[in-house]
């Protein structure tokens, strides 16, 4: 009876987070995609090193760190550029891509310094 409950809960959760979703602007949803693919591909760079082992160490850091790393810089994106955000109501959209777009340039140049 509990069960049957919960089971009611977790679908209307789920249909309350898609509803909300679906209002969610187009450019944002492309942010997200964008994020889940760098995290995606995070995620078969450790099974792959899971899996093979890990020889050059260097490389599978550098991979990883990169998917990360730019993971991270377009979760930052995706608040700049969010209009309901009102702590970044002065950046423009495209400031915030420029910044996105030079940290990505310095994280790389970081990462390729790394693997040597």
């Known amino acids: 009876m509990g069960r049957s409950s919960t089971v009611k ?50 490389s599978f850091l550098s991979g990883v760190l990169s998917c990360i790393g730019t993971a991270v810089l377009a979760v930052c994106l995706r608040i700049q550029v969010n209009k309901d955000n009102k702590e970044f109501k002065d950046v423009a959209p495209e400031r915030a891509f420029a910044d996105f777009i030079l940290c990505n340039l310095v994280l790389h140049l970081v990462i390729m310094n790394f693997m040597g």
Do not use: C, H, W
Not at 24 to 32: C, M, Q, S, V
Not at 40 to 50: D, G, K, N, S, W
């Open 9 to 58: 809960e977790t679908q209307a959760l789920f249909q309350s987070l898609r509803s909300a979703y679906a209002a969610t602007p187009n450019n944002l949803k492309i942010i997200d995609v964008y994020v889940g693919f760098a995290v995606l591909t995070a995620v078969i760079q450790v099974v792959y090193m899971a899996v093979v082992g890990s020889f050059p160490f260097n």
